[in-house]
C-alpha cells in the first residue's frame, strides 16, 4: 500500500520568474497579433496628430470640474423631462403599425401641401392685385374668407372631407377616452 501523503510542497515562483512569463505571454501575443498591433498603432499616432490624445488627456485630467459644468447646464436645460418624453414617444412609435404610420403620414403631408398651395395663391393674388379667378377654385377658400355654414355643409359632399372628418374625429375620441381614463394616484418615493 502506498503512503499517505502528509505535507504538499508548493511552488511558488519567484518575482523573476512571474516576470519571465509575463514576457513570454506578451511576446507571444505580439508574435500571434502583430498586424492588429501596428494598426492600433497607426490609429494611435493619427489621433495624437489630430491633437485627440491631448484633448482627451485634459478632459481626463479636468473630469471633475467638466461633469460639474455638464450637470449645471443639464438641469438648466431642464433636459431629464425632454430625455423622458423622447423616449415615451419612441415607445408610442413603436407600438404603431407602419403601414399605417406611414399611410397617415402620406395624408398629412398633402394635406399640408394643399394648405401651402392655398397659402401661396393668397399670398400671389395680394402681390398681383387682381381678383382670384374662377377656374380650379371650388371648394378652395383661397380669398382669405372663411367659409360660411352653407359653404362649410357643400365641403361635406367631398369624399375627401368626409373621410378626413372622420379620421379626425375617431382619433379626438380615441383622444377623449384616454384623457377621460382615471389614472392610480402614484405613490411618491
Not at 180 to 188: A, C, I, V
Amino acid at each position: 500500500m502506498a503512503r499517505p501523503i502528509k505535507q504538499i510542497e508548493r511552488h511558488i515562483p519567484t518575482e523573476a520568474e512571474l516576470q519571465a512569463q509575463s514576457l513570454g505571454l506578451l511576446i507571444k501575443a505580439l508574435t500571434d497579433n502583430t498586424e492588429s498591433i501596428l494598426k492600433m498603432l497607426e490609429i494611435v499616432k493619427e489621433l495624437d496628430r489630430a491633437g485627440v490624445l491631448d484633448i482627451a488627456d485634459a478632459a481626463l485630467k479636468n473630469r471633475i470640474p467638466i461633469s460639474a459644468i455638464g450637470i449645471d447646464m443639464i438641469e438648466g436645460m431642464n433636459l431629464p423631462p425632454l430625455i423622458k418624453n423622447a423616449f415615451t414617444l419612441i415607445q408610442v412609435l413603436g407600438k404603431l403599425d407602419p403601414k399605417e404610420l406611414e399611410k397617415l403620414i402620406k395624408a398629412l403631408g398633402a394635406g399640408l401641401d394643399h394648405l401651402g398651395d392655398l397659402h401661396s395663391d393668397s399670398s400671389q393674388k395680394l402681390y398681383e392685385n387682381d381678383k382670384p379667378s374662377k377656374v380650379g377654385k371650388k371648394n378652395s377658400h383661397a380669398d382669405d374668407h372663411p367659409p360660411g355654414m352653407i359653404g362649410l355643409l357643400g365641403m361635406m359632399r367631398d369624399p375627401d372631407v368626409r373621410s378626413s372628418l372622420s379620421v379626425g374625429l375617431q382619433f379626438l375620441k380615441a383622444m377623449g377616452g384616454e384623457l377621460s381614463k382615471k389614472e392610480p394616484p402614484q405613490s411618491s418615493q
